[in-house]
């Protein structure tokens, strides 16, 4: 993709996953990646293998940092890193708040860094790693479920208050992911997402199809489009339906 060739990327959550097959994907369409993560030494060595460069830490804070590892200019930045925090309502609040500080608070401190320089030049690219839950919900999970609403909600705002001055954004919102995220996930994603789970390659498939087509929602999982919208369709018979799954769910011993 000429948007790819030569582009500054930055991939946080690249330790493993989506986020790793997304910086392998990009190396492989020749940008030059940044990859981030808290594991310092899963990323060093995905740096070494694609050519790219490790920058350790905190998703929130490392914007700085890629954008001197890349001579100064970050074209597309990938805020995929994120928690499962399953749980329900009465999960602790530390939960909650981890859940919307690395989900949320993440990409609205990224954007906020990024931001002044890509609307003075006219470009640049954020990609949101949200999930269907964003779109629908997760039974069993209800600070991922909300977070992923937030992720979704965000995003939107960024697209409809800054696609005409150039800034393009797209929302990565898969089912099931063979990913250590989907083995936390536990019973409820059992039931619910390991049936139709796709290798994280599939993501960055559907990623570069939706850049392609300056696409918003990024849906490797099609069958989601029709489930978003029969749940706007008629949202009562929706929740019914969900709740005969979280019953399902329940009789599992959950």
């Not at 925090?85 to 990409?107: L, R, Y």
């Not at 996930?185 to 850049?211: H, K, R, T, W």
Request: hydrophobic share 50%; glycine share 10%; aromatic share 6%.
């Amino acid at each position: 993709m000429s948007t790819v060739q030569g582009a500054g990327v930055v991939v946080t959550g690249a330790g493993g996953g989506i986020g790793a097959a997304l910086a392998r994907r990009f190396a492989a369409e020749g940008a030059r990646v940044v990859v981030n993560d808290l594991d310092a030494d899963r990323i060093e060595a995905l740096a070494e293998e694609i050519g790219g460069t490790a920058v350790a830490g905190d998703a929130s804070r490392i914007v700085d940092a890629a954008r001197n590892a890349l001579d100064g200019t970050v074209d597309i930045y990938c805020a995929n890193a994120g928690l499962a925090s399953p749980g329900d309502v009465f999960a602790a609040e530390e939960v909650w708040a981890d859940a919307w500080d690395v989900n949320v608070m993440a990409h609205v401190r990224a954007a906020r860094a990024l931001l002044p320089d890509w609307l003075e030049r006219g470009s640049g690219r954020f990609v949101s790693t949200a999930s269907a839950a964003g779109l629908l919900t997760m039974i069993g999970a209800a600070p991922y479920s909300v977070t992923k609403h937030g992720v979704v909600a965000f995003a939107e705002w960024l697209a409809l208050t800054y696609g005409h001055r150039g800034v393009k954004v797209h929302a990565i919102c898969p089912q099931g992911v063979r990913t250590d995220m989907l083995t936390a996930a536990g019973s409820a994603g059992e039931l619910v997402l390991a049936p139709s789970a796709i290798e994280p390659e599939a993501v960055a498939d559907a990623l570069f199809a939706a850049m392609a087509e300056d696409r918003f929602l990024v849906l490797p999982h099609p069958e989601v489009a029709t489930y978003y919208r029969a749940r706007a369709k008629d949202t009562d018979q929706w929740l019914g339906s969900m709740n005969h799954l979280q019953q399902k769910w329940e009789a599992t011993g959950a």
